[in-house]
């Protein structure tokens, strides 16, 4: 029969909580991983599965109580970090739905909204046809395994301690999270140039015949020329998808001290 001492247990439960904690806080959050469709059971298994598999090799602190107050803290902070690279991940495909959420109002189809089961929201048809790339590319380009790799680095690079953690992270979290409108606006900036000059040349289209009626022969051409510039840019779209995601991991590593 095996007898534990109460520092003993202690040990084993808090070399095993706190790896799980971080590392739940990205499966939460994080693209594929976190995503509804994905029983709560499944993403606890793989978390659990996870930890089992690092903790042998993480170093926590030694003689501190899971329930004591520096324990509940040590927790707190676990968590925040497995979130704050979770959503760090999660811009990029923000990005992306922002940027069929632009194409899609500047090409009239803002009616044609869905419900988004990975956003819990309505998005417009273009927005959900992006976002499929993307996760297409995301799990193509093994992006997957490269985020759960620097999950295992950030334990080595920013290891758990009883000190509280800097305002770096933090704030390098806001300052990636305004990446979210550039590259937005970076992804859908070719099919919006293109809608811009047809509805300029629909302006002096419509100044030289008034007769015309705009808005009979506005919505068809700014269609099919939205369509169009998306069939001629998809071919294209996993560049930049990639580009964004190499960035996104780098941004990880730095966020933990990597």
């Known amino acids: 029969m095996l007898n ?31 995503n509804v469709t994905v029983p709560r059971r499944v993403k606890v298994a793989l978390g659990i599965l996870l930890a089992t598999i690092i903790a042998p090799a993480v170093q926590t602190p030694t003689g501190l109580e899971p329930m004591s107050m520096q324990g509940l803290l040590i927790l707190v902070q676990q968590l925040i970090i497995g979130i704050a690279m979770g959503f760090s991940m999660r811009v990029i495909f923000s990005a992306v739905e922002l940027a069929g959420e632009i194409a899609s109002m500047t090409m009239g189809l803002g009616f044609a909204t869905f419900f988004n089961p990975q956003s819990q929201g309505r998005s417009t048809a273009i927005s959900q046809l992006l976002s499929l790339i993307t996760l297409l590319v995301y799990l193509a380009a093994n992006v997957h395994l490269a985020l759960l790799a620097t999950l295992v680095e950030s334990f080595t690079t920013m290891p758990i301690t009883v000190g ?5 992270l933090a704030q390098q979290v806001v300052m990636w999270a305004a990446r979210l409108f550039s590259a937005g606006l970076q992804l859908s900036l070719p099919i919006v140039a293109a809608l811009l000059i047809t509805n300029m040349a629909l302006g002096i289209l419509t100044r030289a015949a008034p007769q015309l009626n705009l808005f009979a022969i506005g919505f068809p051409i700014t269609l099919a020329v939205g369509l169009t510039m998306i069939a001629l840019t998809l071919p294209y779209f996993a560049t930049p998808l990639q580009n964004l995601f190499q960035e996104t991991i780098g941004t990880i590593r730095q966020m933990v001290g990597g």
């Open 164 to 168: 509280p953690m800097t305002g770096s």
């Open 4 to 34: 534990f001492s109460s520092n003993e247990l202690n040990a084993l439960i808090t070399s095993f909580l706190w790896p799980l904690t971080r590392i739940l806080g990205l499966i939460a959050v994080a693209p594929v991983f976190g």
